[in-house]
Every structure is written in structure tokens, then in C-alpha cells.
């Protein structure tokens, strides 16, 4: 147990090291294995479920080293009873950030084909990434990180750093091309403002994982409709859900505050933790 005590007082100096550690240790031994590094490749398709489950695994493994409460921090799982309009909120941006291009060249005349992929596979992506996949990172990006980091820095700064460590974690995806992703560059805007777009639904819900969970599944669907022509130029050096997702988080930080990104200057507190957080004015303003 000695071994074991020694970790968790480490952990206890440094709960987003550690978390951090054991997601970097998490990652590299599933992505290791995916191609074969230890001599057994796991499919590629149950390997990017896997690898998708690190962020949760590592939270899990660091609240149990912190000596605090699982039951808590898997409890934010059944925080469902917010309001609706924060479901319908998270999944309205992400839908039209997808069809942003299409709305867009829609609107000055160019013909547009609905559904763009069959139906089922609109479905079959949702359930699979809310269920499965995608989704459940928001155990360790948002039911972790986000209230931590909040503690120390403006709920602005907390985001846009997950937004940060979102894309490093992608990393060995996008260099062997497992998934589809955009130029570097463009892709870490999108990422950093949609954290903005997902810490500021995680904090105006009081730390409810669902909706969370819900918008980040509706933002990995296939676009509805597909429009024949040319789309504007701007889109050639943006894509149309970078626009929007900029745009919004934008929006969100001059009408909420970067402070908290709430109107009413509240934070979640910290799953697992006795007692609230630190006030705002002991928090490192932006």
C-alpha cells in the first residue's frame, strides 16, 4: 500500500497532473496497440472506441487516487433534470455549424440535395458516439478538467486550455489519418471554441454531463444537406462550423463574462469535493 499512498499524495499536490499523466500512459498504450506495437493490433474500429474512452479512464483512475468520491463524479451522468431549451440550445449550434456552408450557399441560389447520407447513418453516428464513443470523453474533459481549472483561472481561460489538450490528445489521430480531420491550424480553432461552446453549457447547467454529452455526439453527425455549386470563398479558408462555433463562443463570452461564463457569476463545484468553490475574486482573472 505504501506505493499506493505515495501516489495519491502526488496526486493530491497535483490532481491536473496527474490526470494528464495517466491520460498521456492511457492514450500511448491503446494507440500502441492499435498498430501492432505489441505485437497484437486491435481492430481499428474498436481501437478508436477505445482510445476514445481514455479521457474517462484517466479521470476515473485520478479520482480514486484523489480519494474522492466516483459515485459523485459518475453522478453528474444523471444531472438530466435542466432545462430543455439547453438540450435544444447545444444541438441547434451544432447543427448549424454542419450546415453552415450549405445554408449559406442555399441562400444565394445553389440547388441543395437532402438527406446527404442515408438516413440510418445519421442514427447509427449519434448512438454510437453518445453511447460508445466521442461522448464520454466529456467525463474527463468537462466532468473533470473544466471544474478544476476553474478553480484556478477564468471559466474563459479553463475552456480554451481544454480546448488545447483536446487537440494534443488528437494528435496520433490526425498524423495517421484515423479519422477525418481538417488542416491543423483550422482544426484547433474549432476545437478551442467549441470547448467554449461546451464549458459554457456545462457551467449554466450546474455541471450536467448530458447536455454536454448530447451536443458533442450532434456535432460528429454528417451534414443533412449537400449544395451543388460553388460555396463563397470564405469557406475556403475557414470551414462553415469553424465560422459559426468562433462566432459563437465569441457571442458567449461578451454576453456571459469569461469570469464564469454564466450570468449570474456561478461555477459547478467539484465532484467528489466537500464544500464549494473558490470564490471568483480568488480565482486569476483574464
Not at 138 to 145: M, S
Request: net charge negative; with cysteine; glycine share 10%.
Amino acid at each position: 500500500m505504501n506505493g499506493v499512498d505515495s501516489l495519491r499524495r502526488k496526486a493530491s499536490h497535483r490532481p491536473i497532473g496527474t490526470f494528464l499523466s495517466v491520460l498521456a500512459l492511457c492514450a500511448g498504450l491503446v494507440f500502441a496497440d492499435l498498430y501492432g506495437m505489441f505485437g497484437s493490433a486491435i481492430p481499428i474500429a474498436g481501437g478508436r472506441i477505445l482510445y476514445a474512452w481514455t479521457p474517462m479512464i484517466a479521470a476515473g483512475v485520478t479520482v480514486w487516487l484523489l480519494d474522492e468520491s466516483v459515485r459523485d463524479w459518475l453522478g453528474q451522468l444523471r444531472n438530466l433534470r435542466v432545462g430543455i431549451h439547453w438540450y435544444l440550445i447545444g444541438i441547434t449550434i451544432m447543427m448549424l455549424g454542419t450546415e453552415a456552408e450549405t445554408i449559406v450557399a442555399a441562400l444565394s441560389g445553389a440547388d441543395v440535395a437532402v438527406p446527404y447520407a442515408p438516413a440510418g447513418r445519421y442514427l447509427f453516428n449519434f448512438a454510437v458516439t453518445l453511447f460508445l464513443a466521442g461522448a464520454l470523453e466529456e467525463l474527463g474533459w468537462r466532468g473533470f478538467l473544466q471544474p478544476r481549472l476553474q478553480q484556478r483561472f477564468s471559466a474563459l481561460r479553463a475552456s480554451m486550455v481544454i480546448g488545447v489538450v483536446w487537440v494534443l490528445w488528437h494528435i496520433p489521430m490526425i498524423l495517421t489519418r484515423t479519422g477525418e480531420f481538417t488542416v491543423f491550424w483550422e482544426y484547433t480553432l474549432n476545437m478551442i471554441a467549441l470547448s467554449v461552446i461546451l464549458g459554457w453549457l456545462y457551467n449554466n447547467t450546474e455541471g450536467a454531463l448530458p447536455v454536454a454529452m448530447i451536443t458533442h455526439a450532434s456535432h460528429n453527425m454528417p451534414r443533412i444537406g449537400d449544395a451543388a455549386g460553388n460555396v463563397p470563398a470564405v469557406f475556403d479558408i475557414l470551414s462553415g462550423d469553424t465560422v459559426l462555433y468562433l462566432l459563437c463562443a465569441s457571442i458567449i463570452a461578451l454576453y456571459a463574462g469569461s469570469q464564469t461564463l454564466t450570468r449570474d457569476g456561478t461555477l459547478p463545484v467539484v465532484p467528489g469535493q466537500l464544500g464549494e468553490c473558490v470564490p471568483e475574486q480568488e480565482r486569476t482573472a483574464d
